[in-house]
């Protein structure tokens, strides 16, 4: 058990500010928005390990994807 406190000691009491171990007042307090993104764009690779270019094509739709949207939304549809 000691070895554990000393780990806490050292990672958490000293290296981050006590204002962010709380996140009841934050918008977002977990990361799920960023592993649902992972999911969606995972599904669209449809491949586990893509080459550079399939990857890169991949990306290039996303970004197209979220320009339409974003352009949407600023034009108020």
Not at 22 to 47: A, G, P, Y
Request: contains cysteine.
């Amino acid at each position: 058990m000691s070895d554990f406190f000393e780990y806490f000691q050292k990672q958490w009491l000293k290296r981050v500010p006590k204002k962010y171990w709380n996140v009841s007042n934050l918008e977002f307090r977990t990361n799920n928005i960023c592993e649902t993104w992972h999911s969606k764009f995972n599904n669209r690779v449809e491949k586990h390990h893509p080459n550079v270019w399939h990857l890169f094509q991949c990306l290039q739709r996303q970004e197209l994807s979220f320009r339409q949207k974003l352009g949407k939304a600023n034009s108020g549809q």
